[in-house]
C-alpha cells in the first residue's frame, strides 16, 4: 500500500519561510513526476508544483520564483521550499503521483499559515 505523508508545516510570519517534505512509502517515486498541491479555507484544491521524474519542475504562477520543489530518490521523499510567503499561501499543503497514478486517499496534509 502505497502512503504518503506530508511535514513541515506551521505558522510563520509574512515573509517567512518553510520547508515541507513529503515522504513516500510502497512504491519507489524515481520514476514517477511529484506533485504539491494546497486547498485554502473555503477553496478547491490548487496545484502548486511538480517535480518530473528527469528532474525538471514546474510551478504555479501564484509561487513562480518563491517556492523550489526537490526530489530525493534515495530517501523516497519530496521537498518543497517556500519563501517569501504571503497570507494568500495559507493552506493545507498536500503531495500526491501526478496523473493516473494518483494515489488515493490522499494524506493528511500539512498546514502552512502565514500571519503576523
Known amino acids: 500500500q502505497v502512503q504518503l505523508v506530508e511535514a513541515g508545516g506551521g505558522l510563520v510570519q509574512p515573509g517567512g519561510s518553510l520547508r515541507l517534505s513529503c515522504a513516500v512509502s510502497?512504491?519507489?517515486?524515481?520514476?514517477?513526476?511529484m506533485g504539491w498541491y494546497r486547498r485554502a479555507p473555503g477553496k478547491e484544491r490548487e496545484f502548486v508544483a511538480v517535480?518530473?521524474?528527469?528532474?525538471?519542475?514546474d510551478y504555479a504562477d501564484s509561487v513562480k520564483g518563491r517556492f523550489t520543489i526537490s526530489r530525493d530518490n534515495a530517501r523516497n521523499t519530496v521537498y518543497l521550499q517556500m519563501n517569501s510567503l504571503k497570507p494568500e499561501d495559507t493552506a493545507i499543503y498536500y503531495c500526491n503521483f501526478r496523473g493516473v497514478f494518483e494515489v488515493r486517499p490522499w494524506g493528511q496534509g500539512t498546514q502552512v499559515t502565514v500571519s503576523s
Open positions: 517535480t518530473w521524474s528527469g528532474g525538471s519542475a
Open positions: 510502497g512504491r519507489s517515486l524515481s520514476s514517477y513526476a
